[in-house]
C-alpha cells in the first residue's frame, strides 16, 4: 500500500490540475491559451501539471478577488438592489396601498363601461335593430 502512495499522490495532483485548468476562467489563465494548457496538463501529466501550478493561472489572495465597493450598509450591491431604508410589508406601505386603490377605482369603471354597453346592445337587440358585428337582419 506504501508503495503506490506516491502513485496515487501523483494522479490526485494532476487531477485537480486538470479540473483546475478547466474551470479557471479565461482572464486568469497566462501565458498560452486555455486550450493549449488544457493539452498539456492532459498529455504531460507530472510536468503538465506543476508547470499549469507555476505559471499557468494567475494566483491572486482572496483579498485581491473581492470587488472594490464602499463600505457601508450597501456595501456589494448593484444599484438597483440596494436596500431602501426600512422595508414595510406590502399591507404597510402607504403606497402600495394607493396603487390598489387606484388599480381597483380603474378596474371598477372599466366594469362600469363594459356593462353599460351590454346593456346598450341587449336594448338594440331587444328593438330590433341591427347589430353592427353581424351585420343586417335578413
Known amino acids: 500500500m506504501l508503495r503506490n502512495l506516491p502513485f496515487l499522490l501523483a494522479l490526485a495532483f494532476w487531477v485537480w490540475a486538470f479540473i483546475d485548468c ?42 485581491a478577488r473581492t470587488a472594490a465597493w464602499p463600505s457601508g450598509p450597501t456595501a456589494g450591491f448593484p444599484e438597483y438592489e440596494r436596500p431602501r431604508g426600512r422595508q414595510l410589508a406590502p399591507d404597510d406601505d402607504p403606497e402600495f396601498l394607493a396603487s390598489l386603490k387606484r388599480d381597483n377605482q380603474r378596474h371598477e369603471d372599466m366594469l362600469k363601461q363594459w356593462e353599460a354597453d351590454l346593456r346598450r346592445r341587449e336594448e338594440d337587440l331587444r328593438e330590433g335593430k341591427d347589430d353592427p358585428e353581424k351585420g343586417p337582419r335578413a
Open 22 to 63: 478547466l474551470t479557471a476562467p479565461e482572464e486568469e489563465v497566462r501565458y498560452l491559451p486555455k486550450v493549449a494548457w488544457v493539452i498539456i496538463v492532459l498529455l504531460f501529466p507530472l510536468v503538465g501539471s506543476i508547470a499549469w501550478l507555476a505559471v499557468g493561472k494567475e494566483r491572486r489572495s482572496a483579498r
